[in-house]
């Protein structure tokens, strides 16, 4: 089943192989429309054939019985006259004379008959005329069969042909048996008929016929003896031999034909019966010569089958070769077309032979070879095209883009001038952007002004469609141009404006040096590269627009980073800087202009060994690298610095990592606030563990139970302890001030005060006191003041404190008041070794001493100054430290007009 | 007693309560009394007087308590006590690597402060045992309690009392591991235990006098959480 599948599948492909295949498509539509042609000749020739034999068989057949009626008569009236001489009383008698006279009429007026006898009963001749030659009278004839036939016949008949003895010719008999009226035989009456007079209209009729038609006609007798024949000789021969079956036919009384192959020939026979004398005609001649007319038909038929069958195949050799062949030839040639690479070289010899045809093979070869001509060229421009595509996508270069732009239009459009014209914001006028061939004068003067209508460039950007100029010497726009085009040398101009849309107007302008017509398709090809052209001078605008701001921005971003206080590193993969900040060069100690590309970790070292500790810096940067972050103490400039450093991966948008970054931050004023906060820490520790220790010790001192203190020494132990309890609850005081001043709590109860008693009232209250150095300078009448009494002293007692503390046992100390404009102004002056300059802008800061670490040149908190100032600018006034020669003044101002506003 | 009774103390502190209070009581238990009030005058009393025992406070005026023990440190080896306003570990290890003896946060009791003089003096007396070899040798280390004398592969290191007293212990009970308290109690005295810190500053002192590489001990083993061990 599956063979028989398989089979079929097979059939079916061959079949449509066939089918694609035009040379046995057209050999298919040859035998279909051949075939039943040749049918039909062969049927019409059959029919044909059949219909021209039966003619002449019925021709041949007419003829034998023709000749066989027209032979009955003769014998019949032979036999008729026999009859009438037996009834002939002469002849009866066997009266000589009678019968003389008789026979006499008889033999001349017929002249077949060469002799009429009388035999009596006993067969013997008793009369015969003509009597001489030869007289056989009184012969003996009774052996003679018809003798024997006669004497039981009463009608007369023919005897059988023979030699007669008298005329000793060829005869035969036209016998009529004699009876008397008593039924007696008398013998008979005989009229011999020469068989040569029987021949006479056979030879007539033979001689119409050409000898090769071998035509032969004979009268035979009943036992096949011919008795007529064209040939005397053949006369008495017999026929058997000749045509044995026609014999019998014939004797049979019937008419036919019959083809008898003889010999190494075939005949044709017709017979024909003669009923008087049971005869039979035979008519025969050669088939070929009797056909010959169907043999013709039948040899042009065939010629004509043969010539249409061989003309067939001549026609269909003839379309295979010089048609079917040279179509598939251009088929394949035509497939090979477009394929790179050239062409196989039995193809291209075969095209080159078609090619050269006269005929629409030729025709069609030649169109083929144009066309591939037409498809390589747009290929080739489409090719260029995409060239030009690809270098205005990947170049941002417009002046580039252009002069390649311009290559390729030479090289395509096979032009020697081209330009693109473009508006020049700065010129005001439409200049050559980009030139190829023109002279440099030439493109240097190719200024067009806005309104220089005549341009042919200015009408095609103004009309946007491509306008030329065929001949610039025929042209009557091109008056204007002339003169320049015949400088320049070209005549033809064609311009095709650019379709830009954010840029300047621009054209592309392309010159011949021939007058020419541009065509449809030159026209596009420009317009295609035109339109790159503008895609390109867009692409370069808007870059340099993107470019410009990109470039701001990252401007932007760099001064930002640059300007950050923090060091910033960007390494990439192999370990070397990418970026780095300014802060970074300058901690590196790199110009900033080098530190790109360096390696980071002579960077890292670089940093690291100004480390306090470059041990312990190395092990905190390994940390830093591990752990992300890392602190690193580092002496910079005769400085002690702390940095902290920080170690990330950096990743782009997507986040791939593109290398790691580090960032250095200067924490030394963290650092340095963390150390403040420990150094009061331990400030107030101190000022407050102070007093509580003596406190302590002093009790606990007392308590002691293995000492018995006397009442003065415990007298003066409770004085310390109540002193220093003094002196801790002014320091809570202090502190709870400064808080309040801090949080901004403070109230300030205003009073009119009398800051004379102020200040004494502060200098007796203050720890140490300055006792007889303090000098007081007011002014008589001062203006009332309003202030909180409470604040003022503070402020005064910390001064005068201070004054002393600092100033030294020794030092004089003056306090003085006086009153500028609005507000009165206080001075505490000292004439110790005052206060380091570097100083001076810190010392109203709350916990700020002038000495450092665990070294204390006096002792407090470092609160008051701070309070002072909390307190004078809570009331509106200010302080400030006025530079001295030597020793210190610290002045305060208070308003006279204090602000509504009671709270600081 | 008496022997002690008879140490010179000098006291230092820019308060004069404070002073006064420390005076008062050495002087009327026996001691000898000398008063600085800051680390320069205390410096010029010690070259001045024979000193036992310096009482030292840290935050003063022109030199403050830390550049005191420096100094005394180069020159001798008298017990020094802290006593320091700040109570911070780090201050009072700080004070104990530069070679405080022993330190005591303000305020504190008459009572406190007398027993830790005690101790200290004590401390510093070579102490004559007659039931205990006197000298010890544990591999290349040899300790000779009479000459008061350490050794390592013959050459001679240079120890304070405190730090002599400490090897001589963990020497004595090598191998053996002994706790912070119980090892504070007998190198310090029976008033101490709680003091984790001053083991911790005089171990590792130790270490850099007698361990070939003091980052990777081979001889004071540390046993976390516990205590110190030697190994021989």
Partial sequence: MTALLNLWQRFKHAILALQRDLGVRLLALYVAFVLPLIGMVLYFDHVATQRLRSDVETANLTLASTIAQETNLTLGSLLSAAQHLGSEPAVLESDVEGMRSLFAALVNDRPEVNLVYRLDAQGIMRY????????????????????????????PFFSRGRISPTTNQAVVTAVMPLWDEHQNFLGIVGINVRLESLSWVLENISAAHKPEEAFVVYIVDNIGQVVASPNSHDLLTTLDKRAPALLTLAHEGQAGNAIVNQDNHTMLYSYAPIRSA????????????????????????????????????????????????????????????????????????????????????????????????????????????????????????????????????????????????????????????????????????????????????????????????SDTETDPSAVGLRPRARAEGYRAVLAVPLPTQHTPPAALVVYYPEPHTFTQQEIDLLTSFANHAAMAIENAALFARSDARLQEQTRRLEALIQSMSDAILLEDHNGRVL??????????????????????????????????????????????????????????????????????????????????????????????????????????????????AAIKGYVSTLLAEDVNWDPESQREFLQTISEETDRLSQLVTDLLDLSRIEGGSLKVRREAID?????????????????????????????????????????????????????????PIQVSVTVESDQVVVRVEDEGPGIPPEHIPHIFESFYRVESGLTRQASGAGLGLAICRGFVEAHGGKIWVEPRAKGTCIAFSLPLTPPDDTTA | MANQNKATVLVVDDAKSLREFVRRNLDVRGYRVVTAVNGVDALEKFQAHDIDLVILDLIMPQMDGLEVI???????????????????????????????????????????????????????????????????????????????????????????????????????????????????????????????????????????????????????????????????
């Fill in chain 1, 128 to 155: 015969h005329y003509p009597e001489e030659p030869i007289s056989t009278v009184g012969a003996d004839f009774s052996f003679r069969p018809y003798f024997k036939r006669a004497q039981n016949s009463r009608l």
């Fill in chain 1, 278 to 469: 049971e005869w039979g005609v035979v008519v025969g001649r050669s088939t070929e010569s009797a056909f010959a007319t169907i043999n013709l038909f039948r040899h042009a038929t065939h010629l004509a089958l043969a010539v249409v069958v061989i003309t067939g195949v001549l026609f269909w050799f003839g379309l295979s070769t010089q048609v079917i062949r040279p179509i598939e030839q251009l088929a394949a040639y035509s497939k090979a077309i477009g394929q790179d690479g050239p062409h196989d070289p039995k193809q291209q010899k075969a095209l080159e032979r078609l090619y050269n045809r006269p005929d629409q093979v030729g025709h069609l070869a030649r169109t083929l070879v144009r066309m591939e001509a037409d498809i390589a060229a747009r290929l080739q421009e489409l090719r260029t095209l995409l060239q030009t595509s690809a270098e205005v996508a990947s170049t941002l270069d417009s002046r580039t883009v252009l002069s390649r732009i311009l290559a390729q239009v030479e090289r395509l459009l096979n032009v020697q001038k081209c330009a693109i014209i473009a508006w020049d914001e700065q010129k005001q006028a439409f200049v050559a952007r980009a030139s190829r061939g023109l002279s440099a004068r030439y493109a240097e003067r190719l200024i067009i002004p806005r309104d220089e209508f005549n341009s042919l460039t200015l009408r095609a950007l103004q009309t946007g469609k491509p306008l030329q100029i």
């Fill in chain 1, 755 to 811: 800051l004379a008693a102020l200040i004494q009232r502060a200098a007796q209250n203050a720890h140490p006191a300055p006792g007889e150095n303090l000098r007081v300078q007011i002014p008589e009448h001062m203006p009332p003041l309003f202030a909180d009494p409470r604040h003022i002293e503070v402020v005064l007692r910390n001064l005068i404190e201070n004054a002393v503390k600092y100033g030294g046992e020794e030092s």
């Fill in chain 2, 70 to 232: 420096k100094q005394l440190r180069l020159i001798s080896n008298v017990p020094i006590i802290v006593l320091s306003a700040l109570g911070e570990e780090t201050t009072k290890i700080q004070a104990l690597n530069r070679g405080a003896d022993d330190y005591l946060t303000k305020p504190f009791g008459v009572g406190e402060l007398l027993a830790r003089v005690q101790a200290v003096l004590r401390r510093a007396q070579p102490t004559t045992s007659t039931t205990q070899p006197t000298v010890i040798v544990r591999g290349p280390i040899v300790l000779d309690r009479e000459r008061h004398e350490v050794t390592i592969h013959g050459k001679p290191v240079a120890l304070t009392p405190t730090e002599f007293n400490l090897l001589e212990y963990l020497m004595r009970n090598a191998g053996k591991v002994l706790s912070h308290s119980e090892i504070l109690r007998h190198v310090w005295g029976p008033e101490y235990g709680q003091e984790a810190e001053y083991l911790r500053v005089y171990i590792g002192r130790l270490r850099q006098k007698i361990e070939p590489d003091p980052n990777n001990p081979r001889y004071l083993r540390t046993e976390r959480g516990v205590g110190y061990a030697f190994e021989a």
């Fill in chain 1, 579 to 692: 970026y780095a900040n300014r802060r970074l060069a300058e901690l590196a100690e790199l110009p900033p202009d080098e530190i790109s590309g360096v390696e980071v970790d002579r960077i890292l070292a670089r940093i690291i060994r100004q480390a306090q500790n470059p041990t312990a810096a190395h092990a905190a940067l390994q940390r830093a690298v591990e752990e992300g972050m890392a602190e690193i103490a580092l002496r910079r400039q005769g400085r002690l610095t702390d940095w902290r450093v920080q170690f990330f991966s950096v990743t782009d948008v997507q986040g791939v990592p593109i290398g790691r970054g580090q960032i250095w931050k200067d924490i030394t004023a963290d650092r340095e606030v963390d150390r403040m906060k420990a150094s009061l820490m331990s400030t107030v520790s101190h000022e407050l563990r102070t007093p509580l």
